[in-house]
T-cell receptor, first 115, second 114 residues
Framework: EAQVTQNPRYLITVTGKKLTVTCSQN?????MSWYRQDPGLGLRQIYY???????DKGDVPEGYKVSRKEKRNFPLILESPSPNQTSLYFC??????????????FGQGTRLTVV | AQSVTQLGSHVSVSEGALVLLRCNYS??????LFWYVQYPNQGLQLLLK??????LVKGINGFEAEFKKSETSFHLTKPSAHMSDAAEYFC????????????FGKGTKLSVKP
């Protein structure tokens, strides 16, 4: 079954304690991305990756890091989480047609609370 | 730069009534357009997509959308709402250029009254 798997689903942490949210896809997609979802703001892109070892900033990258060492995995790293990073996070991978994303497949989401 | 505007953050309809969720886009290139649905505590699921083929696109669960270039719109419709349609709906446009990122609207929460 084609899927994007995120872990953990729920996470409560304290300010400043480094954390990693994992993301893995089994569709051999080159393109992967991270979004955060906040009420009234929709989905905002944090980082994206066009391929292995190729990553770039999205609209709200401050306070986040990513890596893409393997095609299937795209972890999101918060080196020093702060309360304003409390949010619902989604990983997605996309099929491509030429230079365009034709469809994004989303993980189930990670609800992060930073206290 | 591409952008998406969804008119109405909340829409409420009665069961059996027409569902109309509005989406307007701006794009400097022929767009690819998408509608996603998010049920409570779940990720986003693709409802339908327009990638420059037929302008009337049919999706899952009886939804459809029509691409209207002259109006820069891609409104989502369903003739008869079901209680199970209650969810949040997101319109998205795929950027042109080398990145091809998806740009999402802010979402419309659909409520269905019995």
């Amino acid at each position: 079954e084609a899927q994007v798997t995120q872990n953990p689903r729920y996470l409560i942490t304290v300010t400043g304690k480094k954390l990693t949210v994992t993301c893995s896809q089994n569709m051999n997609h080159e393109y992967m991305s991270w979004y955060r979802q906040d009420p009234g703001l929709g989905l905002r892109q944090i980082y994206y990756s066009m391929n292995v070892e190729v990553t770039d900033k999205g609209d709200v990258p401050e306070g986040y890091k990513v890596s893409r060492k393997e095609k299937r995995n795209f972890p999101l790293i918060l080196e020093s989480p702060s309360p304003n990073q409390t949010s619902l996070y989604f990983c997605a991978s996309s099929s491509r047609q030429g230079a365009r994303n034709t469809e994004a497949f989303f993980g189930q989401g990670t609800r992060l609370t930073v206290v | 730069a591409q952008s998406v505007t969804q008119l109405g953050s909340h829409v409420s309809v009665s069961e059996g009534a027409l569902v109309l969720l509005r989406c307007n886009y701006s794009s400097s290139v022929p767009p690819y357009l998408f509608w996603y649905v998010q049920y409570p505590n779940q990720g986003l699921q693709l409802l339908l997509k327009y990638t420059s083929a037929a302008t009337l696109v049919k999706g899952i669960n009886g939804f459809e959308a029509e691409f209207k270039k002259s109006e820069t719109s891609f409104h989502l419709t369903k003739p008869s709402a079901h209680m199970s349609d209650a969810a949040e709906y997101f319109c998205a446009v795929s950027e042109g250029g080398s990145q091809g990122n998806l740009i999402f609207g802010k979402g419309t929460k659909l409520s269905v009254k019995p």
